[in-house]
T-cell receptor
Framework: KAGVTQTPRYLIKTRGQQVTLSCSPI?????VSWYQQTPGQGLQFLFEYFSETQRNKGNFPGRFSGRQFSNSRSEMNVSTLELGDSALYLC?????????????FGQGTRLTVV | GNSVTQMEGPVTLSEEAFLTINCTYTATGYPSLFWYVQYPGEGLQLLLKATKADDKGSNKGFEATYRKETTSFHLEKGSVQVSDSAVYFC???????????FGKGTLLTVNP
């Protein structure tokens, strides 16, 4: 069974640009979550989707958005990039609707904003 | 809100030494507790979990017991190996907020 796939693995963008990151969950998983990982703040929750509905959003500005498609694949978008958006963005999928079961993480997308 | 506090690293041990990484939490209700591990350049992998009080999670020689009375979930291993070198994250989940809350992570380095 294929794991969680995130593309691309690495990105370099310029301040002010926008970026779209993609996540393909494990087959059959309907819950997809996104996290931002930085050395200073650690792992911070961005948002969670289940069956195309955003059920929770973390404390991030409106420049961060996401969506989920009918096949459970998810994308997140960051507009008007800032230097502080440089981070590892991790996607996780889960087989059930709650967060009390295991989340399976992808390898992440390393975003560098210059 | 929910929060997780874990001991700050880095932790450096010699091979075959005993490992403890402390983790305490604050949460409403009855959360599930997890330990995740992150190897260099990789995403997170679940190491072990416990879903109710007094449950013991175990995997690959690592153990952690869900202690509701002390709100703790300390990670232990009796004899670490060089291959255990990684960053370890304590996390809690469950409830209607559909997210995992992570501790800051503890970097473990095991020397031969």
């Amino acid at each position: 069974k294929a794991g969680v796939t995130q593309t691309p693995r690495y990105l370099i963008k310029t301040r002010g640009q926008q970026v779209t990151l993609s996540c393909s969950p494990i087959s059959g998983h309907r819950s997809v979550s996104w996290y931002q990982q930085t050395p200073g703040q650690g792992l911070q929750f961005l948002f969670e989707y289940f069956s195309e509905t955003q059920r929770n959003k973390g404390n991030f500005p409106g420049r961060f958005s996401g969506r989920q498609f009918s096949n459970s694949r998810s994308e997140m978008n960051v507009s008007t990039l800032e230097l502080g958006d440089s981070a590892l963005y991790l996607c996780a999928s889960s087989p059930t609707a709650g967060s009390d079961t295991e989340a399976f993480f992808g390898q992440g997308t390393r975003l560098t904003v210059v | 809100g929910n929060s997780v506090t874990q001991m700050e690293g880095p932790v450096t041990l010699s091979e075959e030494a005993f490992l403890t990484i402390n983790c305490t939490y604050t949460a409403t209700g009855y959360p599930s507790l997890f330990w995740y591990v992150q190897y260099p350049g990789e995403g997170l992998q679940l190491l072990l979990k416990a879903t109710k009080a007094d449950d013991k999670g175990s995997n690959k020689g690592f153990e952690a017991t869900y202690r509701k009375e002390t709100t703790s979930f300390h990670l232990e291993k009796g004899s670490v190996q060089v291959s255990d070198s990684a960053v370890y994250f304590c996390a809690l989940g469950g409830g209607s907020n559909y997210k995992l809350t992570f501790g800051k992570g503890t970097l473990l380095t095991v020397n031969p």
